[in-house]
Each structure stands twice: as structure tokens, then as C-alpha cells.
């Protein structure tokens, strides 16, 4: 049976107490109680290597952490490039998605090697939601996507910096804008079934200053799915890149919550 939200939160906030937060990152791998796999999926409009900074961290710690790089060019095809890495690590493994990839871990998530689930400013839709339906109940605050003529989307180069990154210099959220990784509109109106968090222990981390995805509904999503949650003040959507530490924390906390767990 799952722990309900507020339970969840009540030990979540021990674990913090307990850890203090900033060091939360120094759990080590090599705990005997710790998942060793780490599965990291990036979002929509952007690639893999934004997971360096947390990568660097985990894998210092003596985590195995695998990076997807799925094409954006329809959802199936995306949950398709998921699962092949989740195929490749041996054991149990910890699944993590930013954004649009928290519908794709949601999904991809059902796998039996995967024993835990982190969304990291994510959609985490239920039987029969998408992240489109989803996003316009609870409106976000930006308006800069383009959509194209041949069905893929972009965030418009000049508000990037502002809307997605908004906590990162200004050089590097002007690259990431011109580095965008088109995405299939299609994408964002797959309806989701059988949703993995259902039946597997979560993690969320809120970023407080999410323009791309509104706040409230990042934590409407950790509260029905009973996650341990945790919020980032001054975090734009962009906080796997601009708040690694703290989100390689979090990651860690799942690889040791996870397998008590089980």
C-alpha cells in the first residue's frame, strides 16, 4: 500500500533533518540499502548532456548513471529510446525525468527493472491525462512557443533565456536556446495509461519559479502521486542544470528510499 502525501512529506522532512539538505548528495552508492542505477531522461527542446552537472555528482558518488537521447519526434518513439536504455542497466534501477520526460518515465516507468521515480520539475499525468490538457487547466507563465508548419515545436530563441532558464547566466540560456531540440506537438498530447507512479515510490522537486510548467501543478502532481517532495525557491525549469546539487540529492535519496522500499 502507498504512504499517503502528507505521511510522505512527514518522512521526507526527517530524511532532510537527518541529512541536512546540502549533503543529502554525499549518500554514497556503495550503501549496502542504496539502488546502484540510475536512469537520467531529459525534456522537451533539449538534450541529454544538460544531465552533466548531476551525472559529474552521482557518478562520483559511485552511482552507474545511463543518459537517454530520445528524438522528440512522437512520444512512442520517445518511451521506445527509454526502455532500450533501461534494457541495458543490470539490476534495479532509479528512473528520473525533467519536464516532458516525466510523462515519458511515467510510461516508461512500469518496467519491472524500474523500482523508483524522480520528476524533476515534471508531468506526471494520470489514466487518460496528457501534459497538454494538463498544462491549460493550470496555465504556466510563459508564451514563447512556436509552433511550425511541419508540426514541431520550439520556444521562441530570445525568450528562452527568461522563460526556461531563467536562474542560469545569460551566455549559457542564450546557447541552450540556440542548441533547441524541435519537438513533435504530438508529443505533449499522448494520453497516458497505466501510469507508473501508481504503483511505485516517488520523488518530486518543485521548482518555484517554473515558467514553463506552473508551479501548482508540478506540486498537484507530487501530492496525488504521494511523492516525497522537495522545493527549489529560486528554481527555474531549468533546474537540473542551474541546482545539480540538489537535485543529485534528491536522486541519491530515491536510491536509498527506493530499496527500503522493496
Known sequence: MKTNY????????????????????????????????IVLVHGAFVDGSGWQPVYDI???????????????????????????????????????????????????GNDPKVVGLVYIAAHAPDEGESEAD???????????????????????????PADFAGDLPVTKARFMAMAQMPVADEAFHAVIHDPAWKKK???????????????????LYAKRAGSMVQEIEDGSHAIYVSHPREVAGLISAAAVGAAAHR
Open 6 to 37: 502528507l505521511t510522505r512529506v512527514k518522512m521526507f522532512s526527517i530524511v532532510v533533518v537527518g541529512l541536512q539538505v546540502s549533503q543529502i548528495g554525499s549518500v554514497q552508492a556503495q550503501d549496502k540499502g542504496a539502488v546502484k542505477n
Open 134 to 160: 494538463n498544462g491549460k487547466q493550470h496555465p504556466s507563465a510563459y508564451r514563447s512557443l512556436l509552433k511550425g508548419a511541419d508540426g514541431f515545436d520550439r520556444i521562441d530563441p530570445e525568450q528562452f
Open 58 to 108: 552521482l557518478t562520483h558518488k559511485g552511482y552507474h548513471v545511463w543518459v537517454t537521447q530520445q528524438p522528440l519526434t512522437s512520444f512512442e518513439a520517445d518511451v521506445a529510446a527509454v526502455k532500450k536504455v533501461i534494457g541495458q542497466v543490470e539490476g534495479p534501477c532509479i528512473l528520473v525525468g525533467h519536464s516532458y520526460g516525466g510523462a515519458l518515465i511515467t510510461v516508461a
Open 201 to 219: 515510490p516517488s520523488w518530486y522537486m518543485v521548482a518555484k519559479a517554473d515558467r514553463i510548467i506552473n508551479p501548482d501543478l508540478e506540486r
